[in-house]
């Protein structure tokens, strides 16, 4: 018996009778991150880091049992040694390690190796098995420093505002949005956020993350000032009505996805910006490097030319779980 | 070269026209003046030419960035343009020298000189200077595919900005015999301003569509009738014994054309016609789709000319003996343009239509497909010919475009820059067997949020693919409008349409119900 398998439900462990990030509800759920791909509704008892809670309860409610640990803890259940560690990707996203008899196993949830300066930064944990995310598995993905990404943005915005636009960013509500916001330029001008964005960074700063303020854009606070201020929303909203309330406006959109024209001028936002929460194609090379992992199994996005490219490279790894992800959710899979 | 890929960001992420003439002009006041030159060459057709292969570009790229020909493949799948694949894909630059685009462009050109394995080492060190956006216009320098999100036009416009000079004379300029290597910025663009004024066209006055009821005009004996034919719309001018063809957009087009340099001998000299060229064989007009060819290609084959022959339809005279007439009745320009008349077989006068109530009109514009027409122009008989498009005095009557139920068959993929989206579709009706044939492929009239629903289903539903193209599921009808159909022995449909686009996505409506080929045949009548 291997100590995980890939079931209809998602990774399991038979050992200890847990699943991780299960995708249809289970009794006990090891979740990796926040995002709603991974810590799914209806699990009857969820186990995550300190840092990941807060969110993942705002989300879920007062519902299911939300039991944490911090980083690098170790449980035990029926003598599987589990721990959660850095994965970089979201304030308190995980890579979750499982032992038993010798054996390690590693399952990295989403994850990036660039520091943002916002989740705690990513480390290398060495394993037998590593079980890693591919979304950007292909050597076209190479992601620009953040800081420089984070000038082309200020300048954007400086250049809308001189031209007495609005600038309106899609991000994520959970994770690029924070982290564009804590690097925006506040000399520029104000910054207001849509309802969701705000309430997320709500919980993750009652937890002690340093934000600049970036209220409600409500009718009332846009009044003064709207013209130069920087707008932070999920894309959603920006194809809804919501965005009506603003006058002249430029949208911007920020994703890995960008790194290619095609897809740049297919979005439709004018302007892109390559920024991703995922590790690029170095990154994921690096990442699996140092884990030692003898074998690799490869989960979301490119997950065949990932593998195909490590067997390449003298490292065994197969796709992992391709029957129950097929074409759409990946193309829903939080980035 | 970072400047220019800057240019090249800003025109590539903006549709808007006002957006990319600010972004141009901005780069003009900064590039140096030989990559003005050099940029203002390749906006106006006249690129640098292809010095490597797409395919040797591959293999060297393979060989830098150490990666094996799969890989390499998957991702040009993904990304869906070779240059830009090639320039992702290279490790990451060492940085070094900044170069002008010139520079490059003289740099890749010094490279046909070389044997093989230096241009590699050239190009392997230009690539390690680079970052990727800049690699990527390097590597279209070297294949010769170069194109930047504008148009001519649009160029123009930023250059006469610019440079403070008038739009057409800026045009007049940039149509003469001119390239990089031969002349500077100054010598293009400063010089001869005489032969210029010389060359300038009158602001095209357009008619208005006319929605209303044509009752609502008034009485019928104050207007002129025409048949609005549909070819481009032009100037032709004759001054100091020399010809010149201006379409609507202000483009020189005399070389295009080269039926009408016979005018210069039957046309009196200091003459300015409105009219519009027309594709014209057996006394019929030709469908102007048929004109394309010439248009883009750099000179005019002996077999266009034999295949699609023009005439010019003459509609106003704008100028006579050296005289602007505009400001006087269209009346008496017509009788002016009638003594044109016998001119010779390429100029032809716009028919007068004797007209005698609305109700007679409305039943002339509906017989406006027998005369492969596009409706009537209803012109005020005391008109002055103004500029630009203005409502009251100039009216086109059309006729309303055909339309038909088709069934979605096939979808196409954009190209690079549209990667992964279906854009193109092919719509088929029913044939007498009771299968499905093919008549028409469009994409235009589909909203992008139709666009992403669209290429997710099709993926789903896919059937079989043939490179960029599936076929799918006959499932979805589409409402389909177009503006003409003609006979054609390409198509299996023995049908092409002009102006095709989409006007409704029937989500209710039922396959079996969809049009027949019969129908569009009744159509051609
Ligand atoms: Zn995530
Ligand atoms: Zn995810």
């Known amino acids: 018996m291997a100590l995980l398998e890939f079931t209809d439900k998602g990774i399991y462990c038979p050992q200890a009778n847990v699943y991780i990030d299960p995708w249809k509800p289970v009794s006990r759920a090891l979740i990796t991150h926040g995002h709603a791909d991974h810590a799914r509704w209806g699990n009857k008892y969820y186990l995550c880091t300190h840092q990941a809670k807060p969110v993942i309860q705002y989300r879920l409610g007062n519902g299911p049992r939300i039991e944490s640990v911090a980083y690098g803890e170790e449980r035990t259940i029926n003598g599987v040694q589990i721990s959660f560690h850095p994965a970089g990707h979201i304030v308190g996203s995980a890579q979750i390690r499982l032992e038993y008899q010798g054996e390690v196993w590693v399952v990295s949830g989403d994850y990036k190796t660039e520091h943002d300066g916002i989740a705690t930064p990513f480390e290398p944990v060495k394993c037998n098995v590593f079980i890693t995310e591919s979304t950007f598995g292909l050597p076209v993905f190479r992601w620009k420093p953040q800081r420089e990404v984070m000038q082309e943005i200020n300048d954007w915005w400086r250049g809308n505002a001189k031209e007495g636009k609005t600038s309106i960013m899609m991000a994520y509500s959970l994770g690029k949005a924070q982290r564009i916001l804590k690097y925006l330029d506040t000399r520029i ?147 | ?134 690699r990527f216009l390097f590597n279209k320098l070297l294949t010769g595919g170069l194109r930047l999100g504008m148009s001519q036009k649009l160029m123009i416009m930023a250059l006469a900005q610019h440079t403070g000079l008038e739009e057409n004379l800026v045009a007049h300029r940039l149509i003469s015999e001119w390239s990089p290597d031969e002349s500077s910025f100054e010598e293009l663009l400063f010089q001869g301003e005489e032969e210029a004024a010389l060359s300038k066209p009158y602001p095209f006055f357009l008619a208005y569509p006319l929605e209303q009821d044509p009752q609502k005009l008034g009485e019928v004996h104050e207007w002129q009738f025409e048949r609005k034919w549909e070819g481009i719309r032009a100037q032709l001018i004759i001054r100091q014994g020399q010809l010149f063809v201006w379409s609507r957009a202000e483009e020189l087009l005399t070389d295009k054309f080269p039926e009408y340099h016979s005018l210069l001998e039957s046309l009196p000299n200091g003459i300015a016609l409105d009219g519009e060229i027309l594709p014209f064989k057996d006394g019929q007009p030709l469908p102007l789709n048929e004109l394309h060819t010439r248009l883009v290609r750099k000179s005019v084959t002996k077999k266009a000319l034999q295949e699609t022959p023009v005439i010019f339809k003459a509609y106003d005279v704008l100028e006579w003996q050296g005289s602007d007439l505009r400001t006087k009745p269209l009346t008496a320009r017509r009788e002016l343009l009638e003594q044109l008349a016998p001119a010779g077989e390429v100029l032809h006068v716009s028919e007068l239509l004797e007209i005698e109530s609305w109700e007679e009109a409305m039943q002339e514009r509906d017989k406006a497909r027998e005369y492969h027409c596009g409706g009537l122009m209803i012109k005020r008989k005391s008109s002055p010919y103004r500029s630009g498009r203005k409502q009251g005095d100039w009216w086109k009557y059309k006729v309303p475009p055909f339309t038909i139920d088709a069934v979605l068959l096939y979808a196409q993929r954009g190209d690079g820059r549209k990667a992964n989206l279906y854009t193109e579709f092919t719509f088929a009706v029913w044939d007498e067997e009771g299968q499905l044939v093919p008549f028409t492929k469009t994409g235009s009239g589909l909203t992008e949020s139709e666009l992403f629903e669209l290429t997710e289903w099709v993926r789903k539903n896919t059937v079989e693919r043939f490179g960029p193209v599936r076929s799918v599921k006959p499932e979805f009808v589409f409402e389909i409008e177009f503006d003409g159909i003609d006979r054609s022995t390409r198509h299996k449909s023995g049908v092409t349409l002009r102006a095709p686009r989409v006007v409704r996505w029937r989500r209710d409506g039922k396959v079996e119900e969809a049009g027949r080929l019969t129908g569009l045949r009744e159509m051609l009548k």
């Open chain 1, 189 to 335: 001008g104000k910054i207001f956020t849509h309802g969701a964005v705000e309430s997320v960074n709500k919980v993750l700063q009652s937890q002690g993350l340093k934000l600049p303020p970036a209220p409600k854009a409500t009718i009332d606070n846009l009044r003064n000032g709207m013209e130069s201020s920087f707008v932070i929303a999920p894309p959603s909203a920006v194809n809804s009505n919501w965005v009506h309330r603003f006058k002249e406006y430029s949208t911007g959109f920020a994703s890995g996805w960008m790194a290619m024209n095609g897809t740049r001028s297919r979005r439709s936002a004018d302007r892109g910006f390559m920024l991703s929460d995922h590790a690029d194609w170095d990154g994921l090379n690096e990442a699996v490097l140092a884990t030692g992992a003898e074998k690799v199994y490869v989960m979301h996005g490119y997950t065949s030319q990932f593998a195909k490219w490590l067997n390449e490279q003298g490292i065994w790894a197969a796709e992992m779980g391709s029957e129950y992800h097929g074409e759409q959710s990946e193309e829903t899979h939080t980035e």
């Open chain 2, 1 to 134: 070269m970072k400047n220019f890929a800057q240019l090249f960001a800003q025109l590539d992420q903006t549709a808007k026209a006002p957006e990319k003439v600010a972004a141009l002009v901005s780069y003009f006041e900064s590039a140096e003046a030989s990559d003005k030159l050099w940029t203002i060459a390749m906006l106006s057709r006249r690129p640098p030419g292809r010095v490597l292969t797409t395919a040797v570009l591959r293999k060297w790229a393979l060989e830098y960035a150490n990666l094996p020909n799969w890989l390499f493949e998957e991702s040009y799948k993904m990304v869906g343009d070779l240059a830009e694949t090639i320039a992702l894909i290279l490790p990451p630059a060492a940085g070094g020298e900044e170069h002008t685009l010139s520079y490059w462009i003289d740099f890749a050109r010094a490279l046909a000189e070389n044997e093989e394995s230096e241009k590699k080492h050239a190009v392997f060190k230009a690539w390690s200077y680079m970052p990727p956006d800049e």
